[in-house]
């Protein structure tokens, strides 16, 4: 869960002045309506949180570091389990002893819940005054000004989620919190249809950003004192603006002066290409770390997810990345439970993970989303030999991390800066480019800054280093 803070976002410099985007500096900003947005759910969704920021900041509006202090209110949701739609419940329940002190207080429910809920939102929580899907944005500035109006009788609670199959927000400015990583979102939508999978259905269809475009602000965003930029799309893979592909767009990425590092996520293992190994090995700039979701690790349940892989083709394209990138991160999603799922296929997942050596992995039990194909399926496994089954994997996971961990004591890395230790207030600490965090004993050595270590110790997922001396 993220909150845009009023301390710490970036001054925008959209040079393109008919460009919507933030015109206000923050510490100067006079105008009284303050907007404060909480986020669930991925990366995509944090990104959606700076591109709202920042339509509203373009029209004058500033942030707010509370939600008390705030005169709208919004919350950026996630549908992918039902538990991440419960959170969003709950949390929205506690602003509504706001509403009632501050009847002039709105509050909006944006991104992936208010696509698939849409009206029921409004229906069962009347306090909520507005609900926008991710394709409706746009809209923002006018639904406000109509639930600000004073006519209010007349204009009653606003739901917007048509699927815009063409918006890519591309000349949109987003407000970021001032850092060392920006998120920037290449693509929209997914087209997959993962059959556990709510994203195409909240999501709509895939489309990109042209990568012009993207190099644009991507040059903006070194002028912003960013060094490292994650770019992000559901299956980043599938990228196309009608002449590049994702290789070419990391390849031109990495050539933009100022940027250090480049990251991106996520990659479906259907559509990873040796093109695109090739271009990460062959760019020191673009980050040896895939995110590879695996899901599970039974052919048979990959057909019944749809995912369009078997086990055979995925061990294949790991040995492909690693024939091609060492040192290489490589990260995944499970889900176990999955209906149909037998312990015979579960075992198949934990041989997988003990034979490819993930660095990590999140493990997630399946969660039936309404309208998704597999939420039909029989075979429904139960809730406690999920719990069991997760557990197994994480324990089995710990063990691999700490152990590949303990193999890099004594290695030497870089690592970029991003801060203070957050267990330490005389530590430092960064990631290599594996994505692995290491923490260092340092006050001194500022965000953004590459430096080279050497590991010296391992504890639980966490590396220590020092920093050798350079002569
Ligand atoms: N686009 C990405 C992932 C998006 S959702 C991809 O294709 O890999 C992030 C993760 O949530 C998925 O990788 C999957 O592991 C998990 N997930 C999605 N739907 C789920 C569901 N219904 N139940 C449990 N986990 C789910
Ligand atoms: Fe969901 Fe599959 Fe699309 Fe990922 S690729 S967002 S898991 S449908
Ligand atoms: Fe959740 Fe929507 Fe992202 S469902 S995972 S916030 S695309």
């Known amino acids: ?18 460009k919507v985007g933030p015109k206000n500096n923050n510490s100067s900003c006079t105008l009284p309506m303050k907007y404060f947005i909480e986020t669930y759910g991925c990366q995509m969704n944090k990104y959606d949180s700076e591109l709202v920021a920042g339509i509203l900041e373009g029209a004058g509006y500033c942030p707010s570091l509370r939600p008390e202090d705030a005169d709208v209110i919004l919350v950026n949701t996630c549908s992918v389990r039902q538990h991440a739609e419960q959170r969003v419940l709950q949390r929205l329940n506690s602003f509504k002893a706001l509403k009632l002190e501050r009847p002039d207080l709105k509050i909006g429910v944006l991104g992936c819940m208010a696509q698939r809920l849409g009206e029921k939102i409004l229906v069962e929580k009347p306090f ?12 923002i500035l006018q639904v406000l000004n109509g639930v600000h109006s004073e006519q209010r009788e007349s204009s009653p609670k606003i739901f917007l989620n048509e699927y815009e199959s063409k918006e890519t927000y591309a000349d949109v400015c987003p407000v970021r919190v001032r850092g060392v990583n920006a998120w920037v979102a290449v693509m929209r939508g997914c087209n997959n249809y993962c059959t556990y999978c709510i994203v ?23 002028d912003e004192g960013f060094v490292e930029v994650t770019l992000l799309g559901q299956n980043v893979n599938s990228y196309w603006d009608g002449e590049h592909d994702f290789a070419d767009l990391l390849a031109m990425v990495a050539k933009v002066e100022g940027i250090e590092r480049v990251r991106f996520a996520t990659s479906h293992p259907k559509d990873l290409s040796e093109k695109l190994v090739r271009v990460i090995a062959e760019n020191e700039k673009i980050c040896n770390h895939i995110h590879l979701p695996v899901q599970s690790g039974s052919t048979r349940i990959l057909q019944l997810m749809n995912r369009h892989y078997s086990r055979e083709d995925f061990l294949a394209k790991v040995e492909m990345i690693r024939k091609y990138l060492n040192p290489v991160g ?42 998704t194909r597999a939420a039909q399926f029989d075979d429904v496994v139960s809730a406690a030999e999920k719990t069991r089954r997760l557990e197994e994997i994480n324990t089995l996971q710990k063990e691999i991390t700490k152990s590949k961990n303990r193999q890099l004591i004594g290695q030497r890395g870089v690592i970029l800066v991003e801060g203070r230790s957050k267990k330490s207030e005389t530590d430092v600490m960064g990631r290599l480019e ?29 590396l220590f280093g020092r920093v050798n001396h350079q002569n």
């Open 1 to 18: 869960m993220f909150s845009v803070r009023a301390d710490e976002t970036s001054k925008q410099s959209c040079r393109h002045t008919e």
């Open 128 to 139: 909520i005054d507005f609900v926008i899907g991710p394709d409706s944005y746009r809209n």
């Open 200 to 222: 195409p259905y909240v999501r709509g269809r895939e489309r990109s950003r042209s990568a012009q475009n993207v190099i644009e602000e991507i040059r903006r965003l070194v």
């Open 330 to 371: 490589l990260t995944t999603d499970i889900i176990v439970g999955f209906p149909g799922e037998e312990e015979d296929d579960f075992r198949q997942t934990v041989e997988l993970v003990r034979e490819v050596e993930f660095d990590s992995a999140f493990v997630f039990k399946y969660s039936p989303r309404p309208g």
């Open 434 to 462: 594996t994505n692995k965090i290491v923490v260092i004993p340092n006050t001194i050595l500022p965000k953004g800054k590459l430096v080279e270590v050497t590991i010296v110790g391992a504890d639980g997922v966490t």
